[in-house]
């Protein structure tokens, strides 16, 4: 059958979600998560999600944009899941092509994309010109029948609220989310800068759990937090730990980490994932001490464009 690559639409939703949920199943996504980022992305980051139809059935899914953020102009990113039981047919191969011709137009010279540490998935990569940088790991926390660490002592000036506490007014959190990720580490620098952009595209979006996600006050000053993302069902992903750097080597990451997980157990929560860059060693402990196993591996790649 003749494989169709094409722009998503909001009907494709729940497919595209399930694609990538078999692709990649440490994730955590929902249908209204894909329409989400396919309405609310920045202007200058070009992004656009496609999707690969073979008989009428949407078996892979793409995304690809340029990095905005980045202080260096050129750069951009093409990420391909394919449904396993579709590989090797070709489907990943015209989904990568028509990303890589999106971003291209957009003025791109250099494309990342994250791929799977598995022989298949690397050859893939390299076969098209694509060089491994550095890699990520999955990890994942059994909720449910695991039994969370007691965290320590909390100290006298601190004290640990839900993110909601700063909804009539996100702008503290704005700050602290753009000091730690200026300092997150990776292939590519972000710049957080835009407010009506972060509130659009991280504040608002319909996974960030605002209860669930909680940060450390020292003396009422925002100085570290843990923002969680959920499906509303079992699965709960970290999407980001940081701590201000006037703040750091107190342990205020571990604690706020430690506060969601207990509230997320609490509500039912009973499987915990996150994502850490290998080179992240504080934060690696951090998970490990909490309980969490490396369930599997990323190799960023990169190719230039000619």
Known sequence: MTVIVR?????????????????????????????????????????????AERGGEVVARGEAG???????????????YVRPDQR???????????????VAAAGAD???????????????????????????????????????????????DVEFVPVSSFAGDPRPMFALDSECTADEPGDLDAELDDFEEWLDSTWRHPLLDHELSVVALVDGVPAAFTAARTDGGTRYWSGMTGTAR??????????????????????????????NDSDNGPMLAINKWFGYEICATEVRYVRDLG
């Open 7 to 51: 722009s998503f639409r909001p009907e494709d939703a729940s497919a595209a979600a399930d694609v990538l949920r078999a692709a990649i199943p440490f994730l955590v996504t929902t249908p209204e998560a894909m329409l989400w980022s396919s309405t609310h992305a920045a202007a200058a980051s070009h992004y656009q999600l496609f999707v």
């Open 66 to 80: 340029i990095a905005h953020e980045s202080s260096t102009p050129g750069q951009a990113f093409a990420n391909v």
């Open 88 to 102: 090797g047919r070709g489907v990943g191969a015209l989904v990568l092509r028509t990303a890589e011709e999106h």
């Open 110 to 156: 250099t494309v990342y994309s994250w791929v799977l540490d598995e022989v298949p998935n690397r050859s893939f990569a390299e076969r098209r010109g694509y060089r491994p940088r550095r890699s990520a790991h999955f990890l994942r926390l059994d909720l449910a029948n695991g039994t969370l660490p007691t965290p320590p002592e909390t100290p006298a």
């Open 246 to 275: 006037a703040f750091r080597g107190r342990g205020l990451a571990k604690l706020a980490k430690s506060h969601s997980l207990q509230r997320a157990r609490a509500a039912g929560y009973t499987e915990a994932f996150t994502g």
